[in-house]
Nanobody
Framework: QAQMQESGPGLVKPSQTLSLTCTVSGGSMTVSYFSWAWIRQSPGKGLEWMGVINYDGSTYYNPSLRSRTSISRDTSKNQFSLQLTSVTPDDTAVYYC??????????WGQGTQVTVSS
C-alpha cells in the first residue's frame, strides 16, 4: 500500500490551466507493475479515468481529454502531476490520484475538490 495525497489550487478560472500534484509515500514510481493515475468524479459524469503515467514515463490518456491533458512525474520527489489546459466549468470535479497494480487500483488519495469559476 502507498499513501497518496493530492494538492493544488481549489479554484481555477475558465481558460486557465488546472495543475495538481500527487505526493506518494511508501511506493516506488519506477517499479514496472505500477501505474500512476488521475481520476475525477463529478455529479453529471461519475468517475472518469483521465490518464496514467507508467514506470518508464510513458503515458496514456482518455481520448476525450488527450488534447488537454498532460501527466508528468518527478521520481526524486516521488510525485506526479496533472495539467489540464483550457478548463471550463464542466471540469469542476473531485480529482483523485491513484495507483494501479497490474489492473485494479490498490491505493487512492482522499481527493481534492477543484472548482472552475470566474
Amino acid at each position: 500500500q502507498a499513501q497518496m495525497q493530492e494538492s493544488g489550487p481549489g479554484l481555477v478560472k475558465p481558460s486557465q490551466t488546472l495543475s495538481l500534484t500527487c505526493t506518494v509515500s511508501g511506493g516506488s514510481m519506477t517499479v514496472s507493475y505500477f501505474s500512476w493515475a488521475w481520476i475525477r468524479q463529478s455529479p453529471g459524469k461519475g468517475l472518469e479515468w483521465m490518464g496514467v503515467i507508467n514506470y518508464d514515463g510513458s503515458t496514456y490518456y482518455n481520448p476525450s481529454l488527450r488534447s488537454r491533458t498532460s501527466i508528468s512525474r518527478d521520481t526524486s520527489k516521488n510525485q506526479f502531476s496533472l495539467q489540464l489546459t483550457s478548463v471550463t466549468p464542466d471540469d469542476t470535479a473531485v480529482y483523485y490520484c491513484a495507483r494501479e497494480k497490474m489492473g485494479p487500483f490498490d491505493s487512492w488519495g482522499q481527493g481534492t475538490q477543484v472548482t472552475v469559476s470566474s
